[in-house]
């Protein structure tokens, strides 16, 4: 599930293959300006999970807007890290 509130996203719930078609198409729907997404109430990723987050950034990045990023989750980062992909993450911010 994905809210917004002003220049804030939160998603929180699962972020697997079966959910993340519908949450990226839905949050690129709020790709539209500068944006801090919060992930502290995710509560189980995979993979797609990480590709979620790298789409978001590319669609973020064509669009000439920030995406800073909060709350990842422990096995996120590992899986970024595992396909080398952690330095391509959006910037966390505290």
């Excluded at 198409?25 to 539209?32: F, I, P, S, V």
């Excluded at 800073?68 to 993450?89: E, F, H, I, K, M």
Aim: proline share 3%; charged share 20%.
């Amino acid at each position: 599930m994905i809210t917004r509130e002003g220049d804030r996203l939160m998603v929180q719930g699962r972020l697997t293959i079966a959910t993340v078609p519908a949450l990226f198409e839905a949050g690129l729907q709020h790709l539209n300006s500068d944006l801090q997404v919060d992930f502290s109430k995710v509560e189980a990723v995979d993979s797609a999970a990480v590709s979620l987050l790298l789409g978001w950034a590319r669609a973020a990045k064509r669009n000439q807007h920030e995406l800073r990023v909060s709350g990842l989750p422990a096995d996120l980062l590992s899986l970024a890290r595992l396909y080398g992909v952690s330095d391509l993450l959006p910037q966390q911010s505290a």
